[in-house]
T-cell receptor, first 111, second 115 residues
Framework: LAKTTQPISMDSYEGQEVNITCSHN???????ITWYQQFPSQGPRFIIQ???TKVTNEVASLFIPADRKSSTLSLPRVSLSDTAVYYC????????????FGSGTQLTVLP | DTEVTQTPKHLVMGMTNKKSLKCEQHMGHRAMYWYKQKAKKPPELMFV???????INESVPSRFSPECPNSSLLNLHLHALQPEDSALYLCASSQGNRGTNTEAFFGQGTRLTVV
């Protein structure tokens, strides 16, 4: 199971773009990279998933370099409601352990 | 329907009680998960069911007993818990097939307090 490393916390201001980087040096060939968002006392919510290069949806973008040893979640123009913990998960979709959470990044958006 | 429904939302139980947590999904997902989450910590995987069979038990104490009666339901039976078992218990589901969308859907959790 690929171990992930993220910054413990980040601060940003409303309207700024936020980039959260995750390191996963021992990512395997079949592994996907998935990001979840969690608010206090709620279950995590899927944000985005990718395998390589760049993925974009209505909420975020995910950048994955060619070696796939890291990934960056990009949140455009954050608002106060984006204050949450963001988790990077790496795993094989066929593995039941692919939903193992690392420590996550607490993002605080300031006014 | 993309919801995972957990009941109850809150539960207070004594150390000698027996209670059950319930989780339900109607998305046709074949993998279902139980997590335990303490304050300011990440969710900790407890059990995984794949096609209604227990595929992972992360060395969870026997006072926690999972059950998957059918593909839509997941229970967690609790007996003789300790105060340190107080936590948010989360249920999740995903398609469970290799190579498919692995987006997992989580319930809102059950806040358990053991007194």
């Amino acid at each position: 199971l690929a171990k992930t490393t993220q910054p413990i916390s980040m601060d940003s201001y409303e309207g700024q773009e936020v980039n959260i980087t995750c390191s996963h040096n021992n990512i395997a060939t079949n592994d996907y990279i998935t990001w979840y968002q969690q608010f206090p006392s709620q279950g995590p919510r899927f944000i985005i998933q990718g395998y390589k290069t760049k993925v974009t949806n209505e909420v975020a973008s995910l950048f994955i370099p060619a070696d796939r040893k890291s990934s960056t979640l990009s949140l455009p123009r954050v608002s106060l409601s984006d204050t949450a913990v963001y988790y990077c998960l790496v795993g094989d979709s066929g593995s039941a352990r692919q939903l193992t959470f690392g420590s996550g990044t607490q993002l605080t958006v300031l006014p | 329907d993309t919801e995972v429904t957990q009941t109850p939302k809150h539960l207070v139980m004594g150390m000698t009680n027996k209670k059950s947590l319930k989780c339900e999904q109607h998305m046709g997902h074949r993998a279902m998960y139980w997590y335990k989450q303490k304050a300011k910590k990440p969710p900790e995987l407890m059990f995984v069911y794949s096609y209604e069979k227990l595929s992972i038990n992360e060395s969870v104490p026997s006072r926690f007993s999972p059950e998957c009666p059918n593909s839509s339901l997941l229970n967690l039976h609790l007996h003789a818990l300790q105060p340190e078992d107080s936590a948010l218990y989360l249920c999740a589901s995903s398609q469970g097939n290799r190579g498919t969308n692995t987006e997992a859907f989580f319930g809102q959790g059950t806040r358990l307090t053991v007194v």
